[in-house]
């Protein structure tokens, strides 16, 4: 073998107490493997991945001057890297080791004895062939930018944010919105302690504000994303807010100063149930506390014709300023915490709920912020003509476990509609019900809430809604009044149909991923789940990683969650990144993809194939070139490149080939 | 007078196009037969068998054979210039990787002597004669040689030193080829006698191929106005390009035609079709299932366009039998 002098082999098989030894003849495949080409020594063992098994290793090297180990027990995927130390820590290359899977692959799914003893000495002998052509290789290391992006201002954002700032790192928090606060901060109440969404989440909003090293940029989006772990180049667009955030002192003089007298453009958040005027701050405790403009609205912006009376008033601060540029920044950053967040399910959708025909039907969300004493009634529940509701229905599972929206459980609706209940109760005294799927309260002090709302007269109905309908009425009596709506469900606990005229109606809309995720998705490199939530790299294991090393998950971007699970997730990819960062080096698998770059034809095929976008073309030279960085070593490029040109470490053709060779060679 | 380098030239199943090919190299020839004394040339000067057989072991300086090898003749009379010859040159697609004739290891042997001598539409054989290898009439007796079952390149049957590739080689080629016989500087035995990098290269097209293809359907080239500066892959030709050994200077694509592979793979490929199948595959723009088989459909002849020389050295080899 070129230059790889006398090869000499130590076989070993692994007993794995009886998981392998109680099918496998492991003594018969250590003899077998023992007069294999190059093996020196070929021996059983009880467990090779405890300290006396590596120790057996580490002694044979030197010993019998060992210089390719070959170890037949479990996946690579659990001992590989133990096995590879081992080796390491006798004096030879790590990657001079080669696995035999013939415990997953062999006794867990085989239970003829003398098959799999002959299972196991054709892997061994694929293996002993395999090795001969295996090549010293270099684990290298990557430097780690230490600063940090958090994309999302809502709670995850924030409290990652918050996280690593605490730990001293730089953190960019870019959030596309004026404020900082998400969805979070149009919330009144949260369940299970009621206790005010605004009181907990405003104080770490001035946290943010405040933080020397936290670097906050709202009304500003993230455009491109190059680079790899630990070395991302993000350009960020600062939207033009046509106030200067470094001159405005938030005194709201502006707003009291504009031409229009009174709100007339719907106000985002108070979803449309008031109005604002061009110049605006979302919420008072809005961070930053800087007004933003709406261009399209504004008559200086979008006619050019106004008296400026927002500027007269600014005066010398002249912190409002038409000519405002949006403005590109580009930051190094080392990690990557995605807290984009969810959209709510769009109720006009399931148009038999009624949601745009009748007045008297609500989201949630709108019901949130008519309980908010800073809502747009001053937490008054009101009907639009002004009366109190004295009936009222909650219809859980709007747009979730449904297999023509939404499949999945949105899983916070059936407790924030027992909160909601809760709430318009004790507001108005109505007689409220709660029609369900099933009711959901796992996790700490949901049945008891649950059970302390459905012990406060909440009428529980557990039904799925068929119908709303306009309730048929006298039309002399309705006094200009909004008619009442008749919720229609089979109450399967009774087994029969009800029909229930109520004056108001709100739709628990589950919650569903942000409308531009998948372009989110595709500039971060990362993968969806089925529904289009962002996938984490194993759902147990490795909940706040990604595929794409450096990038990390926190809240809601990655699947429905309440705010507690929220913010741990954000407290664990916050410290998923700190760890990355901290460690100042990334360490390299060697097992990566490269080009012969003489004899690469630049035809570009291997491209548009990597699923990690690992391989550019390089213009200049015109041939293909592998960020190693970038590379998984997934060999999707090795196999497809069309001249043979792209080869990987350890999988190296010769090596492949040897390894099929041995399989097939029956003995 | 030091004796001049002798040279052997001898044709297997090809077309003949290799042969041309040498009288390509227009007066260059004459330079060349200069050079070397030419011992064996069957399709050009008067030499039998016999004469070969009288020569002594090795001492043919190099011989070029053209053409797969499917007879029993052309297998005697390879095996017999391998011992009479110091060096073997496969000689253009055919004797490099099984060729065009190749194609026919789609089908057994029984499936082409009936179609052959039965079943196509110009044959009138009501008594269904076949050839056989021995006929006797009035006590003389003919001989022919027999078929085998499979087509084979050159390799496949005797050792060979150097392969010249292409159908047919360029004279360009060859001529290197012959010069590097003269001087003695020959690559390492086994080596294909071209540049070891894919066409692509050296193709007039390369800065006009999109990164991604996104090919919607396969268009054959007769039935399109291909743009003649534009990447045909680009335009839903099939290009073997990308797939195959360059030194041609694209000669198609210069013609406006895609290239067909002739050259075989580089060097670090074992099966040519198979590599451009998976990357013209993975440029097809279509996610379901249906879409997919849709768009290759409009690849009328796989085999035929991704193995057009190269089936007998491929790892697909041939099919199995068919007939019982």
């Keep these: 073998m070129k230059g790889n002098g006398e090869i000499r082999i130590g076989f070993y098989i692994c007993h794995c107490g009886s998981n392998i030894a109680g099918v496998i003849d492991v003594e018969r495949v250590a003899e077998y493997a023992g007069t294999l080409p190059g093996v020196v020594v070929s021996r059983d063992y009880k467990y090779m991945c405890s300290d006396p098994g590596q120790d057996l290793l580490r002694q044979d090297i030197a010993e019998h001057r060992l210089n390719r180990i070959v170890v037949a027990s479990c996946s690579p995927l659990l001992h590989e890297q133990t096995f590879r130390r081992a080796a390491e820590a006798g004096g030879i290359n790590p990657y001079f080791v080669q696995m035999v899977n013939i415990r997953e692959h062999g006794t867990w799914v085989h239970d003829d004895a003398e098959y799999m003893t002959g299972k196991a000495m054709d892997l061994a002998r694929a293996a002993a062939l395999r090795v001969y052509a295996h090549q010293p290789l270099e684990r290298k290391q990557v430097p780690i930018k230490p600063d940090v992006l958090v994309v999302g201002g809502g709670i995850a954002g924030i409290h990652a944010a918050l996280t690593m700032a605490d730990a001293g790192k730089h953190v960019y928090l870019v959030e596309r919105e004026p404020t900082i606060g998400g969805h979070m901060a149009q919330f009144d109440k949260t369940f299970p302690t009621l206790d005010c969404a605004a009181c907990i989440l405003t104080p770490k909003m001035t946290a943010v504000r405040a933080h020397p090293n936290i670097t906050l940029w709202t009304w500003s989006e993230v455009e491109k994303v190059d680079g790899f772990i630990g070395n991302y180049t993000v350009t960020v667009k600062r939207k033009a807010r046509y106030v200067d955030e470094d001159l405005c002192v938030g005194c709201m003089e502006c707003i009291e100063a504009c031409v229009y007298k009174r709100g007339k453009f719907d106000d985002e958040f108070n979803v449309g149930l008031s109005k604002r005027k061009p110049v605006y701050i979302p919420f008072p405790q809005a961070v930053p506390p800087v007004p933003v403009i709406d261009a399209g609205n504004c008559l200086h912006l979008s006619k050019g014709k106004c008296k400026d009376t927002c500027v007269e008033i600014c005066g010398d601060r002249k912190a409002i300023n038409f000519e405002i540029e949006p403005e590109y920044q580009e930051i190094e950053v080392g990690a990557v915490v995605l807290a984009t967040g969810f959209q709510p399910f769009d109720a006009t959708r399931i148009p038999y709920y009624g949601y745009g025909k009748y007045p008297n039907v609500y989201t949630a969300l709108e019901l949130e912020r008519l309980v908010n004493a800073s809502g747009p009634t001053g937490g008054t529940v009101r009907l639009p003509d002004g009366r109190t509701p004295e009936r009222v229905a909650i219809v859980h599972c709007v747009g979730s476990r449904d297999e023509h929206y939404n499949r999945w459980c949105s899983r916070v609706c059936c407790m924030y509609s027992l909160k909601l209940a809760h709430l318009v109760k004790e507001k108005t005294g109505a007689e409220v019900f709660n029609f369900y799927i099933d009711m959901r309260a796992p996790g700490k002090s949901m049945e008891e809430f649950y059970n302390r709302v459905s012990t406060e007269g909440v009428h529980l109905v557990r039904g799925r809604v068929a119908d709303v309908y306009a309730e048929q009425t006298d039309e002399k009596k309705t006094n200009g009044q909004i008619g009442r709506v008749v919720i229609q469900a089979e109450d399967t606990l009774i087994g029969r149909i009800r029909k229930i005229p109520v004056d108001m109606l709100i739709l628990s809309t589950g919650l569903q991923p942000q409308h531009d995720s998948e372009d989110i998705r595709r500039m971060f490199n990362i993968s969806c789940s089925a529904g289009g939530f962002f996938l984490e790299r194993h759902p147990k294991l490795a909940p706040v990683n990604t595929f794409t090393d450096g990038i990390f998950l926190a809240g809601t971007c990655q699947g429905p969650k309440d705010i507690p699970d929220t913010v741990a997730q954000a407290g664990a990819a916050a410290s998923e990144a700190l760890a990355l960062i901290d460690r100042g080096v990334f360490e390299l698998e060697p097992n990566t993809a490269y080009v012969l770059e003489e004899e690469c034809s630049g035809c570009k095929s291997c491209i548009p194939l990597c699923p990690y976008t690992a391989i550019a073309f390089e213009e200049e030279k015109k041939k293909a070139e592998i960020n190693e960085a970038l590379c998984k070593g997934c060999g999707t490029c090795v196999a497809s490149c069309p001249s043979g040109s792209i080869r990987q470490h350890l999988f190296e053709d010769e090596e492949i080939y040897r390894e099929i060779h041995g399989l097939l060679a029956y003995a | ?324």
Excluded at chain 2, 196 to 214: F, G, N, Q, T, V
Excluded at chain 2, 267 to 296: C, F, H, N, P
Excluded at chain 2, 300 to 308: A, C, H, M
Aim: aromatic residues 6%; proline residues 7%; glycine residues 8%.
């Design chain 2, 1 to 324: 007078m030091s004796e001049k380098p002798k040279i052997g030239l001898y044709w297997c199943a090809s077309c003949g196009g290799c042969e041309e090919s040498v009288v390509d190299l227009a007066e260059d020839i004459l330079g060349v037969v200069e050079a070397v004394d030419i011992v064996f040339w069957p399709v050009a000067m008067d030499f039998k068998r016999a004469d070969v057989e009288a020569m002594e072991d090795g001492s043919i300086t190099a011989t070029l054979i053209n053409g797969a090898v499917r007879t029993s003749e052309q297998e005697e009379m390879v095996r017999l210039l391998r011992r009479k010859s110091a060096v073997v040159i496969a000689y253009g697609s055919c004797a490099h990787l099984g060729g065009i004739p190749g194609l026919a290891n789609q089908f057994d042997r029984e499936q082409i002597l009936r179609y052959v001598y039965e079943e196509a539409p110009t044959v009138s054989n009501e008594a269904g004669t076949r050839p056989s290898t021995e006929h006797r009439f009035n006590g003389d007796r003919a001989t022919l040689p027999s078929f085998h079952h499979a087509v084979r390149a050159l390799d496949q049957v005797i050792d060979v030193d150097y392969y010249i590739p292409g159908c047919a080689p360029t004279p360009k080629l060859l001529k290197q080829a012959v010069e590097a016989l003269l001087t003695g500087a020959l690559p390492p035995k086994g080596s294909v006698i071209a540049p070891d990098i894919a066409l692509c290269e050296e193709c007039p097209r390369k800065d006009s191929k999109p990164e991604d293809l996104h090919i919607e359907r396969f268009h054959r080239p007769h039935a399109v106005m291909a743009d003649p500066d534009t990447c045909l892959l680009a335009q839903g030709i099939v290009c073997m390009g990308p797939a195959t050994r360059g030194g041609c200077e694209a000669l198609c694509i210069k013609g406006n035609m895609p290239c067909t592979g002739c050259f075989g793979p580089t060097s670090r490929v074992r099966d040519q079709g198979a590599k451009i199948l998976s990357s013209v595959a993975a440029s097809i723009d279509a996610e379901e299932e249906a879409d997919i088989i849709a768009t290759l459909e409009t690849i009328p002849d796989p085999i035929g366009t991704f193995y057009r020389y190269g089936l007998p050295g491929s790892f697909l080899r041939k099919s199995l039998s068919q007939s019982s």
